[in-house]
């Protein structure tokens, strides 16, 4: 059994959460391997794929959605677990809460690629990591800076997945 996880970062943090899935998986008896969207040229070769991508301005990024549309008919037959990472600061404010709704993009992905699910991961903003403009732009909304990735989640959602392929295979 063999599985992908494939993310698209810009900043980097939602490569990290591949690297924590992958390794989680792994320990369950689940080999993975992490690679880039642009590293995949066919998704064939594996029993299951988690895709990712982090959340810019309510869309996941083009590298994603490019990989998306190029596995095309390679998706049937394959289980295809997705995530998103995106929303920071605390959740009891509106823009939180308003970063929190499902990316656009969501519908055309799950159509291509038949998902079993969806999850929506905190993310991370490290303003030093951002373009001066944005780095601006952020310092109007206080409590959007930092780590909200919640790794136990992470994890959970993880051995849940190992859970269902060694579950399908014994079958
Ligand atoms: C300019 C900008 C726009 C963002 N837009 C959204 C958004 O619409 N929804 C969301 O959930 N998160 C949004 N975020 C938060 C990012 O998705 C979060 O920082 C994520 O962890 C970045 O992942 P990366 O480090 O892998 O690029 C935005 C962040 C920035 C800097």
Do not use: C
Request: overall charge positive.
């Amino acid at each position: 059994m063999a599985v992908l996880v494939t993310v698209a970062t810009k900043n980097g943090s939602t490569g990290e959460i591949a690297r924590v899935i992958a390794d989680a998986l792994t320990e369950r008896g689940v080999p993975a391997v992490v690679r880039s969207p642009e590293q995949v040229d066919d998704v064939s070769s594996f029993d299951g794929v988690v895709l990712g991508s982090a959340v810019y301005a309510g869309h996941w990024l083009p590298e994603a959605m490019a990989l998306v549309d190029r596995g095309s008919g390679a998706w049937v037959g394959r289980r295809v677990w997705l995530f998103s990472s995106g929303p920071v600061g605390d959740r009891a404010r509106w823009l939180t809460r308003k970063m929190s709704a499902d990316p656009v993009d969501l519908p055309r992905v799950r159509a291509a690629t038949g998902a079993v699910e969806h999850r929506m991961f905190g993310g991370k903003i490290d303003p030093k990591t951002l373009p001066v403009a944005q780095r601006v732009a952020l310092s109007l909304f206080r409590g959007m800076r930092g780590d909200f990735r919640d790794w136990n989640a992470i994890r959970g959602w993880s051995a849940g997945i190992a859970d269902a392929l060694h579950h399908t295979s014994a079958r």
